[in-house]
């Protein structure tokens, strides 16, 4: 269906594919024609050929009466991720961080009201909610979304999360106004962020900024606990120093790739 607002360049077939792709939300792993048109809003003729056009490029698969999405999509997803070359500066510090807590470390960066992770080296460890690459949770209940709006302005923040989540999910934590403020001034004057148990029973995270040669805050870096196996003392004083440390070898390394010229920063994020 048209948009409001929409110029004169705007692809409207476009739109309305990335409209499908994204009407497969969770719960949603297959649907029938039917149940496209009718979480996109578009005519069952319009969302068959766009299901057909999907299948054809491989990013839909047919199964039983419905279709499902196809691992391929994840290349839609990550191709962001290498776009930046976030991705392979930060792996190798992510590596190791991981190897020294024993513990599942991530990048997340802002979409709306909402963390995305875009980066993750896990551990086998049973959790509360699992994570992976396109998950989404309320920012402000997170160790990744305090780091991340507290690099904003008061007014950013204030209109960032008046956007409703699209997590899906009910954090335990909510903090009114004055509450939110003091956390993230407390963020803002450590350089690091803490949550508790905010989000979810048995979560408990620490994060850290991740920054650009211009000392902007691009994404943040995490370490991720089971409250019941490490306590809040093991976090602050083991694991935090490590993560500070590996935050800043990542954002230096990705300062160096910015300086050089595009042709060579792939041997550059290649090197150890």
Known sequence: MARDGAGPDFIEALARGLDVITAFE???AVMTLSEVAAATG???????RILLTLQELGYVRARGSGFALTPRVLDLGTAYVRSMDLWEVARPHMEILSARTGE????????GSDIVYVARVAVPKIVSLAVQIGTRFPALQT??????????TDAEVESVLAEPSRSGLTPLWQPGPAEREAELRQVRARGWALTDEQLTRGIRSAA?????????????LNVNTHAAETPLERLVDHHLPLLLHAAGEISADFARLEAVPHITRAAVAASP
């Open 104 to 111: 599942s470390c991530s990048i997340a960066q802002l979409d």
């Open 42 to 48: 578009l005519a069952r003729p319009t969302a068959r």
């Open 26 to 28: 969770p719960g949603r």
């Open 208 to 220: 850290a900024p991740l920054r650009n040669g211009s000392g902007e805050v691009i994404a943040a």
């Open 143 to 152: 160790s990744l979304g305090k780091v991340l709006l507290a690099a904003r």
